[in-house]
């Protein structure tokens, strides 16, 4: 299928069209490390491209964000039901977690887009639609194995993720891979059988690396 621009309405030949996919990676790379206060300037010069070619595929930076969240949930769709064709229905539930937290905890902006904007919801529609009954059938059998809670609900996966996203944000300075720990740590509060716990991945956070994480995230306030 052609892709279609967001700005005139028609399908891209083949140069726009890898114009385009530049365009998105460089977003997507500066949006993960450096948050959405990035600009379409910053964008153009991070896919070696002219500013202009960036306004010709997106009218301004808000179409930008909107068409990265939905490629994200693109990807996040084709991860869910890979981790559905998995036959250990456990397995597939924390598979699938596992990369949910690991795409927010390495990506500053998809936070910002999910909580702190609204995205093109009718742009997003067809893919939610899509990617929901998947996750709820990765749920609903876990939960009929008797290995997750039978009081779980995949609204509560959207919170949980969410908790996670915040320690990975906070404390990205000074450890990138604290957020396994209390990953486990929500797995095991998840779980409803009696099988041993497994040992947390990563060590907890010291005093002294918290004290430098509060400094850090009061100096990006400041």
């Not at 740590?185 to 041993?196: A, I, K, N, T």
Request: hydrophobic share 45%; glycine share 4%.
């Amino acid at each position: 299928m052609d892709t279609v621009s967001t700005v005139t309405g028609r399908p891209l030949r083949a140069d726009a069209e890898r114009n385009r996919q530049r365009i998105l990676d460089a977003a997507a790379d500066l949006f993960a490390a450096e948050g959405l206060d990035v600009t379409l300037d910053d964008v153009a010069r991070q896919a070696g491209v002219g500013v202009g070619t960036v306004y010709r595929r997106f009218a301004n930076k808000q179409e930008l964000v909107d068409a990265l969240f939905e490629r994200t949930l693109e990807e996040m769709e084709t991860k869910a039901r890979e981790c559905l064709a998995d036959p250990d229905p456990w397995h597939a539930l924390v598979a699938f977690l596992e990369y949910s937290c690991l795409t927010m905890a390495v990506n500053r902006g998809l936070g910002d887009v999910i909580t702190d904007r609204m995205t093109d919801l009718q742009r997003i529609s067809c893919t939610r639609e899509r990617i929901t009954p998947v996750i709820e059938q990765i749920l609903v059998r876990a939960r009929d194995a008797g290995t997750l809670r039978a009081e779980a609900e995949v609204s509560d996966f959207f919170a949980l993720i969410r908790m996670i996203e915040a320690i990975a944000d906070f404390a990205r300075p000074v450890n990138a891979e604290v957020w396994r720990r209390y990953l486990a740590v929500m797995l095991d509060g998840l779980r409803s059988d009696d099988l041993p716990r497994c040992p947390l991945p990563v060590p907890a956070l010291t005093e002294n690396q918290i004290m430098q994480a509060k400094q850090h995230c009061a100096g990006r306030r400041r």
